[in-house]
């Protein structure tokens, strides 16, 4: 049955077009993937459906059988449309309880503890999830608070709940947990419009996926008719061709780690790193993946075992030492520590080397500055009409990119990438895999962190599972498979 359907849906912006004559249409219980590269429109849609944004002139949308030329916040919730965005929005410092029961709170019965415990408690229960009512969010996961953000949307009658990137910061475990919630909704009449880079899951959960481009549709598509492979083109318009990394010569080790140990982290971590060779590693949450890097970036000191780099043993006493030794590490949350938003792309990109853009005395060669930046924005493909403009001005994957060139700017002979495509799309994935490629050409190293199977597969020499501190498997990829590396991660 027929729930939604929005026709001819326009959005202007200061003479830019970001929405053109799309339409849409949401069966009762239904999974619809909106697809597409970021800024192709999929966030000014979901925004115009939840009452945020209004359409241009023309627009219908039909819900059950009201018809609307544009709707309200309001008017959108009432009609059971719940949208859950990629930070959750919830209150940390509040119980997960009154997290689920919080748009309650104009009905003085329904407010009351008991029942706000009941309320939360029910919907808690019909997704199987054992969550502790009493627990403040800040303290869970961000997969627990992602069901405490959905238990939110069922506690207000959601009929339909749009998920935007829910599954960016989740591991390979988490993400299996919530297309099964995903699937329990639909079972109940729920629909779900679920916004994903991750194809692999967009084909696995939808009923059928719509795809943008620049603004205007592609095509609606039911699922039993396309691929990844179909899906990337129809997105991007190029035929991707997924080669792996060319080998490296032999060549004595950049890096050795020797019984590394932290407590409660790691644990006799060992292994070498060759020049340009790269190297994955896949973990779930907690397993000390992150930890252990950050130790070879002088973040955190090893309670013992050694790092030998360039056939010398060494002990950094902070990230400055690791910097001076040549390492740089792109850390997995751009925003918050990876990059200072508000300033400009080139002063991003130059802050790791100040002391070469500097004169004796203490003063900015503006001239160095643009030398080095407009070298790097060049060489990484950054698109921007202006390196003067804040990062926060970019899209996602050009701003991984500045992520990067700052530590390039350092000539690094190894490089760390904490989950460097998290809230990438599929054409800025593909051109970070190949400023991978073109590093390991150069015989710069690279030390690569995935939950993503297929991302190390094709983009690395070598793949260590890690496990409860500890590295339980390790793959030379030309002489594995895919499969044979997923069952060493689901390994009990």
Same mark, same amino acid.
């Given at each position: 049955?027929?729930?939604?359907?929005?026709?001819?849906?326009?959005?202007?912006?200061?003479?830019?077009?970001?929405?053109?004559?799309?339409?849409?249409?949401?069966?009762?219980?239904?999974?619809?993937?909106?697809?597409?590269?970021?800024?192709?429109?999929?966030?000014?849609?979901?925004?115009?459906?939840?009452?945020?944004?209004?359409?241009?002139?023309?627009? /219908?949308?039909?819900?059950?059988?009201?018809?609307?030329?544009?709707? *309200?916040?309001?008017?959108?919730?009432? =009609?059971?449309?719940?949208?859950?965005?990629?930070? %959750?929005?919830?209150?940390?410092?509040? *119980?997960?309880?009154?997290?689920?029961?919080?748009?309650?709170?104009?009905?003085?019965?329904?407010?009351?503890?008991?029942?706000?415990?009941?309320?939360?408690?029910?919907?808690?229960? @019909?997704?199987?999830?054992?969550?502790?009512?009493?627990?403040?969010?800040?303290?869970?996961?961000?997969?627990?608070?992602?069901?405490?953000?959905?238990?939110?949307?069922?506690?207000?009658?959601?009929?339909?709940?749009?998920?935007?990137?829910?599954?960016?910061?989740?591991?390979?475990?988490?993400?299996?947990?919530?297309?099964? $919630?995903?699937?329990?909704?639909?079972?109940?009449?729920?629909?779900?419009?679920?916004?994903?880079?991750?194809?692999?899951?967009?084909?696995?959960?939808?009923?059928?996926?719509?795809?943008? =481009?620049?603004?205007?549709?592609?095509?609606?598509?039911?699922?039993?008719?396309?691929?990844? #492979?179909?899906?990337?083109? !129809?997105?991007?318009?190029?035929?991707?061709?997924?080669?792996?990394?060319?080998?490296?010569?032999?060549?004595?080790?950049?890096?050795? &780690?020797?019984?590394?140990? =932290?407590?409660?982290?790691?644990?006799?971590?060992?292994?070498?790193?060759?020049?340009?060779? &790269?190297?994955?590693?896949?973990?779930? !949450?907690?397993?000390?993946? *992150?930890?252990?890097? !950050?130790? %070879?970036?002088?973040?955190?000191?090893?309670?013992?075992?050694? $790092?030998?780099?360039?056939?010398?043993?060494?002990?950094?006493?902070?990230?400055?030492?690791?910097?001076?030794?040549?390492?740089?590490?792109?850390?997995?949350?751009?925003?918050?520590?990876?990059?200072?938003?508000?300033?400009?792309?080139?002063?991003?990109?130059?802050?790791?080397?100040?002391?070469?853009?500097?004169?004796?005395?203490?003063?900015?060669?503006?001239?160095?500055?643009?030398?080095?930046?407009?070298? %790097?924005?060049?060489?990484? #493909?950054? #698109?921007?009409? @202006?390196?003067?403009?804040?990062?926060?001005?970019?899209?996602?994957?050009?701003?991984? /990119? &500045?992520?990067?060139?700052?530590?390039?700017?350092?000539?690094?002979?190894?490089?760390?990438?904490?989950?460097?495509?998290?809230?990438?799309?599929?054409?800025?994935?593909?051109?970070?895999?190949? $400023?991978?490629?073109?590093?390991?050409?150069?015989? $710069?190293?690279?030390?690569?962190?995935?939950?993503?199977?297929?991302?190390?597969?094709?983009?690395?020499? /070598?793949?260590?599972?890690?496990?409860?501190?500890?590295?339980?498997?390790?793959?030379?990829? =030309?002489?594995?498979?895919?499969?044979?590396?997923?069952?060493?991660?689901?390994?009990?």
């Amino acid at each position: 049955m027929t729930f939604i359907t929005m026709e001819n849906i326009s959005k202007t912006f200061y003479g830019v077009k970001a929405l053109n004559n799309v339409s849409l249409t949401l069966n009762q219980g239904e999974v619809l993937c909106l697809a597409g590269q970021n800024g192709c429109g999929k966030s000014t849609l979901i925004k115009i459906l939840s009452g945020v944004y209004q359409p241009d002139k023309n627009a /219908r949308i039909t819900i059950d059988s009201d018809q609307y030329d544009k709707l *309200t916040p309001k008017e959108s919730i009432k =009609k059971g449309i719940q949208v859950i965005y990629q930070d %959750l929005s919830l209150f940390p410092n509040l *119980t997960v309880a009154e997290n689920i029961a919080i748009n309650l709170h104009h009905d003085h019965f329904l407010s009351s503890k008991k029942n706000i415990y009941a309320i939360a408690d029910n919907t808690l229960k @019909n997704i199987n999830a054992n969550l502790t009512l009493d627990a403040l969010v800040e303290t869970l996961s961000i997969a627990q608070q992602q069901l405490v953000a959905i238990c939110r949307a069922l506690a207000q009658d959601a009929r339909l709940i749009i998920m935007d990137e829910p599954t960016a910061s989740l591991t390979v475990q988490e993400v299996q947990s919530l297309l099964k $919630i995903v699937q329990q909704l639909k079972n109940t009449g729920i629909s779900i419009i679920f916004v994903s880079h991750k194809l692999n899951e967009v084909i696995k959960v939808s009923d059928q996926v719509l795809v943008l =481009k620049d603004g205007g549709l592609v095509g609606s598509y039911p699922i039993t008719e396309i691929n990844e #492979k179909r899906l990337a083109y !129809l997105m991007t318009g190029i035929e991707f061709h997924y080669e792996r990394l060319l080998p490296v010569a032999d060549s004595k080790p950049l890096l050795t &780690v020797n019984k590394l140990s =932290k407590e409660n982290q790691y644990q006799d971590i060992s292994f070498s790193l060759q020049k340009g060779e &790269v190297i994955s590693i896949i973990g779930l !949450l907690g397993s000390g993946r *992150t930890e252990l890097c !950050l130790s %070879l970036f002088g973040v955190s000191s090893p309670d013992s075992g050694d $790092i030998i780099l360039n056939n010398q043993k060494v002990v950094f006493k902070s990230n400055r030492d690791a910097i001076s030794a040549g390492i740089g590490y792109v850390s997995e949350d751009r925003m918050a520590t990876g990059l200072v938003m508000n300033s400009s792309i080139k002063d991003n990109i130059i802050s790791t080397i100040f002391n070469k853009i500097t004169s004796k005395f203490g003063l900015i060669n503006e001239k160095h500055v643009l030398s080095y930046s407009n070298h %790097l924005i060049q060489q990484l #493909k950054i #698109k921007s009409p @202006n390196s003067d403009l804040p990062v926060n001005t970019l899209s996602g994957g050009n701003a991984q /990119r &500045v992520s990067i060139a700052k530590w390039l700017a350092i000539k690094p002979d190894l490089l760390i990438l904490d989950e460097p495509t998290i809230g990438v799309d599929i054409a800025n994935k593909e051109g970070i895999f190949n $400023i991978i490629k073109s590093l390991s050409i150069q015989g $710069i190293s690279v030390i690569f962190i995935t939950d993503e199977v297929e991302e190390a597969y094709y983009n690395s020499h /070598r793949i260590f599972v890690m496990k409860s501190g500890k590295i339980s498997h390790e793959f030379i990829v =030309k002489e594995t498979s895919e499969s044979e590396i997923l069952e060493a991660i689901n390994e009990k």
